[in-house]
């Protein structure tokens, strides 16, 4: 059973998530995320209207998605 603790993306039944970012006047907002404090060092696969841009600054980084596959040493 997974640890509670954890930190979980919030999605529906077709994996968009359910969390808004930033407003309809001002679609964005900035997170720092710690992928290390994710259960099993991953964010659960998800998708939004809304553009996300991911900046590995530490480690190696496997990305994937719409049928491509991205990585990053």
């Given amino acids: ?10 999605a ?3 994996f968009r998530e359910t969390v808004a970012h930033g407003s ?5 907002n900035y997170y720092y995320e ?3 404090v994710f259960e099993l060092h991953t964010i659960d696969w998800h998708w939004h209207s809304e553009v996300e841009i991911i900046l ?5 980084s496997v990305s994937s998605g719409r049928q491509q596959t991205v990585c990053a040493a």
Avoid: A, G, L, Q
Avoid at 1 to 10: F, G, Q, R, T, V
């Fill in 12 to 14: 529906d039944e077709t």
């Fill in 24 to 28: 309809s006047e001002y679609p964005f």
């Fill in 34 to 36: 710690d992928i290390w």
């Fill in 56 to 60: 590995v600054e530490k480690r190696d």
């Fill in 1 to 10: 059973m997974p640890d509670s603790n954890y930190p979980k993306i919030s």
